[in-house]
């Protein structure tokens, strides 16, 4: 410790999960056991860090504000000792600033690439050839798959003030189900196939974040897995054009400041446009880091809920940077429509406390209820939809911030 120099280090330079997960969480204190076994430079606290990459090496500036955590054990199934610690990493970091980096995910780079390919393919046809899937569905963010410039992400916080945001998005829901592959794009080739395919390659990853939060939280074995059950995760393509500066209006984002939705949202960024994307930690936006095979995990808005406020929904933002970018987008613990949410036992405030008699601050709610209006309010037409205006708008913005709606 108080080495205070910088350092060039890559993964190689760590022999072991242990290691490489201190390489990746640099503020972390550390023995001198710790010190000693794994260098110096791995194992001080507050170093400024460069990761090597392909490219060469990449700044990431000073310490590292949102954790990274190897779940791989989580995967394993039969890890018991390593299951359980990283369950705890990512509660800590959930608690702490409701965001993660993951590695050991056992999703394929490889396959990501080419998922990313043909989705930058999609986005660059022109717009009929695009708006051809939305044939036979309703109109805007929700009812269709493809959007235009048609969300404002803002108003998930209650902020209705927001110009709408720079994004292209195709989005569908239940990719299991044979009517929803059926309504895949044909085109480019190939992408209706990769699309198909990388969703079923998150279903081992959802599972460990439904143990995960089984351990975590202390629920019985298998009740997520069950609740989960039948849940329509999604998997969406965002794209984000690159617009001149002179066309982007004050105030306007790419995505602005919101907290998402569901459950755990599971993130994989652009690795050719990886910056962008900020959350909020103690009132400063913090520049979320790119490691190379990993994805971003954030709290959604139901879970924290779900959880009485223990993990965060956290506020984040994605900024018009220069180039396009390609995020994917898809989701775990995500309840069944007809589940009841109801907070965790072991998140319940004790009886007497605000909110006492043994309950939460959150009363219960269905999960359909929850996602039809949360998904209602990335339309830019959210407010004329429900009739609201003057001081009714005022009432439902500190509504959605309290996540009552």
């Known amino acids: 410790q108080g080495l205070g120099r910088e350092v060039d280090l890559s993964f190689a ?38 990761r090597k990459s392909t490219s060469g090496s990449v700044a990431l500036g000073q310490t590292w504000r949102i954790a990274a955590v190897d779940i791989s054990a989580l995967l394993r199934r039969d890890d018991a000792s390593g299951s359980r610690q ?59 798959p493809y959007c235009y410039l048609e969300e404002n992400g803002a108003q998930l916080l209650g902020d209705f003030s927001r110009p709408t945001d720079i994004v292209e998005s195709l989005t ?40 995960t939060c089984e351990l975590a ?52 960024l652009d690795p050719a446009s990886p910056g962008g994307l900020q959350v909020n930690i103690d009132n400063a936006w913090v520049d979320v880091p790119f490691v190379e095979g990993s994805v971003v995990l954030n709290v959604g808005a139901l879970l924290s809920r779900w959880t009485n406020g223990r993990w965060q929904a956290s506020v984040h933002r994605v900024l018009c940077n220069p180039g396009a970018r390609l995020s994917i987008v898809s989701g775990a613990v995500r309840p069944r429509d007809d589940v009841l949410i109801e907070v965790f036992p072991s998140c319940r405030q004790p009886a007497g406390a605000p909110g006492g008699e043994g309950r939460g601050d959150f ?30 708008v005022q009432q439902i913005s500190d509504d959605i911030r309290n996540y009552r709606i």
């Open 172 to 211: 569908y829901r239940g990719l299991s189900e044979l009517e929803v592959q059926a309504q895949l794009p044909q085109s480019p080739a190939g992408l209706k196939e990769e699309m198909m395919e990388f969703n079923d390659s998150l279903a081992e990853m959802r599972r460990a974040l439904e143990k």
């Open 86 to 144: 990283a369950a705890k990493q990512l509660s800590d970091a959930f608690a702490d600033t409701g965001f993660a980096i993951v590695i050991g995910t056992g999703v394929s780079t490889k396959q990501m690439a080419r998922l990313r390919g043909l989705a930058y393919q999609f986005f660059e046809q022109g717009l009929d050839a695009k708006n051809a899937v939305n044939d036979g569905h309703g109109e805007g963010y929700g009812e269709k």
């Open 217 to 268: 939280l202390g629920l019985e074995d298998g009740f997520l897995g069950a609740t989960c059950l039948g849940g329509q995760e999604s998997l969406r393509l965002a794209y984000y054009p690159n617009v001149p500066a002179s066309h982007i209006l004050d105030g306007q984002m790419r995505y602005g400041a919101h907290v998402d939705s569901f459950g755990l949202t599971v993130l994989s």
């Open 13 to 50: 330079d760590f022999p072991s999960p242990r290691a490489r997960s201190m390489f990746l969480r640099p503020w972390l204190p550390c023995s001198r056991a710790c010190v000693a076994r794994y260098g110096a430079a791995a194992g001080a606290a507050r170093l400024q860090l460069r």
């Open 363 to 392: 009363p219960p709610v269905l999960a359909s209820d929850f996602y039809a209006e949360r998904v209602a309010m990335h339309r830019p037409s959210y407010l004329q939809e429900r009739g609201l205006s003057g001081q009714s």
